[in-house]
């Protein structure tokens, strides 16, 4: 598992304010004489990105709840998560359903997936639209199990900083890699240097960008001695790159945070951008390191021709020490007054440690009941899920010298003040069908400021996906794309400016026409022998190749029933595992049984071993004796070599 930054050893520092511009005076933001002229990251506003969240279905090696989870295998839950903070993941085309209890408006508690490209989309969309330029993407040891994972968000990232005008570079952080000094390297030129080929690769001083994150460090997790550390940044500077340090508080002193004897190394990058989370907690706090470290730090920088990156936080929400913006603005402010021209954001989806602008939860509305999250309310003060975006977007306006100086907070915490969410649809209805789509129609919302669109969600195995977004003055919609001769279930909600989304409408279901060879199985009751952890039954016949079932473990025979609804001509079975190359070939051995009432069952087949091979898709094809009819099939397991227990992701069953 990833390393947490708050890890660090806290540094001390003294409490006490510095005086102060009074409150009415203002003044233009003066940047300092930078060492490089403005490029991708110098007069820039740099945010760092994780991009470390999994979840169980959708299709990341890694296969489980990536940093959602203290246990990755199991689904998170108010007694096994690694989150303190809630995402609001109403703008998510995906998301996946956890073990939380409902939020408390009512609704499904799902997180979004970072392996999604939906996901990274949305969060790079929303950089662009707030005023982030740049985004470094935090990589760590990438030689371990989380490797391909890291590698195919690279990808990720590249995709949707192209598709959204926005900036990325490589942030490599060395947190417990020993192996740190041959493995950078390589990794570098075999895998991430390919990326500064697209026009979206950051760029200063006409040289790609990289960042490491942790020479010089004081603790043990970055024991590394200065020559090795000195070794991969001259490297790097070979390589023709420009070099960023993500350095210790305290590297112009080289004590506390720092290891003593790093002057050189710290001295060889091109530019520093020194750490600040744990270190202040309130304006006092940083308001003392605008005097002890942001004012001499830039001053050393700029004696050495160096460029300066320090931190802007927003806040822990468990450490409620954000009090609605202003100790986020105080350090825009603070950097302003200093003339510093670059800062970087930490960080932007950072829910683990709580410090993370992109949109959260505002309340306990949008929090799952009795997860003992707070919202952005937890100072008495309502906040949009968006309000640490604008605020970003202020801040970096205010350091490039497009808004005023001023030490009082311009960001409303409330768009317009608007906390009243518009009102549901209404008689939503299906107006058309064809093979592949479904038209639907249905009557205005309404709102105290103004309906902005209308989200469109398909309903699967009960739980909704938004699939579409319609205008403001759209009353009807097509959903295309749809398989033929299958059922489909949507609902509609309706969105405002600031952010508030509706109830959702009554759901409507219609059925696509077509001789398409029809799934009888999807969505309809499915039971089990038994189930490991949350891998229930219902997984077996949701539509998705990435959920699954799996019975009890080292418990064979195991045994999984569907019933069709009605005695149904059945003539093949499909049955599918994830189709993850992680899912190695296996041969799983399957009897089928077959009645009309669930529990008085005869055999339709007899037990035979099937192989499942990920190159050829998974699959296994069961064919029944001509003129079978039956409505429960069950489908019972004896052995499978591939794991100890029965194993069906897709139980497609299809009629004669």
């Not at 091109?270 to 730090?297: Q, Y």
């Not at 509706?502 to 398409?516: F, I, K, L, N, Q």
Request: net charge negative; charged share 15%.
């Amino acid at each position: 598992m990833g390393v947490s930054r708050r890890t660090i050893l806290q540094a001390a520092t003294a409490a006490g304010a510095v005086g102060v511009l009074g409150a009415g005076q203002t003044a233009l933001a003066r940047p300092a004489a930078a060492a490089s002229p403005p490029g991708d990251v110098v007069g820039k506003v740099t945010v760092g990105y994780q991009g470390w969240f999994a979840c169980a279905g959708d299709g990341a090696p890694i296969n489980g709840w990536w940093h959602w989870s203290r246990n990755w295998g199991q689904s998170p839950s108010a007694g096994n998560n690694a989150i303190v903070a809630w995402p609001d993941v109403r703008d998510y085309p995906a998301t996946y359903r956890t073990a939380f209890g409902d939020l408390g408006n009512g609704q499904t508690a799902t997180l979004f997936s970072s392996y999604d490209q939906s996901t990274v989309d949305v969060h790079f969309r929303w950089m662009k639209e707030y005023g982030i330029d740049t985004a470094a993407l935090q990589r760590f040891n990438p030689t371990g199990g989380e490797g391909p994972t890291r590698d195919v968000m690279a990808s990720r990232v590249r995709g949707a900083a192209e598709s959204q005008g926005v900036k990325f570079y490589i942030m490599y952080d060395v947190s417990d890699w020993t192996g740190m000094q041959h493995d950078i390297k390589a990794d570098w030129t075999a895998k991430m240097r390919a990326h500064t080929a697209s026009p979206a690769y950051a760029r200063q001083n006409g040289r790609p960008v990289v960042c490491i994150w942790g020479f010089g460090f004081n603790d043990g997790q970055r024991p590394f001695a200065p020559e090795p550390c000195l070794d991969v940044v001259n490297w790097f500077k070979a390589q023709g790159c420009y070099v960023i340090g993500g350095v210790p508080t305290w590297w112009r002193r080289g004590d506390r945070d720092s290891r003593p004897g790093f002057s050189g190394v710290y001295h060889a990058f091109d530019m520093l951008s020194p750490w600040l989370v744990g270190r202040i907690g309130n304006a006092a706090d940083a308001d003392h390191f605008h005097e002890v470290a942001t004012v001499p730090d830039l001053a050393e920088c700029a004696a050495h021709g160096i460029d300066y990156q320090p931190c802007v936080l927003p806040g822990g929400v468990t450490e409620r020490q954000r009090a609605h913006g202003d100790f986020m603005w105080r350090q825009f402010w603070n950097m302003g007054r200093a003339g510093v021209p670059s800062v970087y954001i930490s960080m932007f989806d950072e829910y683990n440690e709580g410090n993370q602008i992109a949109k959260t939860a505002e309340s306990q509305e949008w929090i799952p009941a009795g997860s003992g999250l707070l919202g952005l309310d937890e100072d008495g003060t309502a906040c949009s899920s968006d309000y640490y975006l604008r605020l970003t977007g202020d801040g970096g306006r205010m350091l490039k010298g497009l808004a005023p100086l001023t030490p009082v907070r311009p960001t409303p915490p409330l768009l317009g003040g608007d906390t009243v969410p518009p009102t549901a649809p209404g008689d939503l209805r299906v107006t058309a069908t064809t093979d592949t789509s479904v038209s639907l129609a249905w009557t205005a919302s309404t709102d105290n400021t103004g309906v902005t669109g209308y989200r469109i969600r398909r309903v699967t195995g009960g739980t909704a996906t938004p699939i579409a977004t319609a205008p403001a003055n759209a009353t009807a919609f097509t959903v295309t794309g749809l398989t033929a001769g299958a059922a489909h279930t949507f609902d509609v909600q309706a969105l405002d400016a600031a952010g508030s989304v509706s109830e959702p409408s009554a759901r409507v279901t219609a059925t696509t026409g077509g001789s398409a060879d029809v799934d009888l199985a999807l969505n309809r009751p499915a039971t089990a022998s038994g189930s490991t952890q949350s891998y229930g039954p219902g997984n077996a016949v949701d539509g998705s190749p990435h959920t699954y079932w799996e019975s009890a473990n080292h418990a064979f025979p195991q045994w999984l029933q569907v019933d069709l609804g009605s005695v149904t001509g059945v003539r093949r079975i499909v049955l599918a595992l994830p189709p993850a190359v992680a899912w190695a070939t296996r041969s799983q051995t399957v009897t089928v049984q077959g009645g009309t009432d669930g529990s008085a069952l005869t055999p339709l087949l007899g037990a035979a071993a099937y192989t499942f091979d990920p190159s050829t898709g998974n699959t296994a094809t069961l064919t029944l004796p001509a003129g079978t009819a039956t409505r429960h099939l069950r489908l019972v397991f004896t052995a499978n070599t591939g794991w100890p227990a029965g194993q069906v992701a897709q139980l497609r069953v299809h009629g004669a």
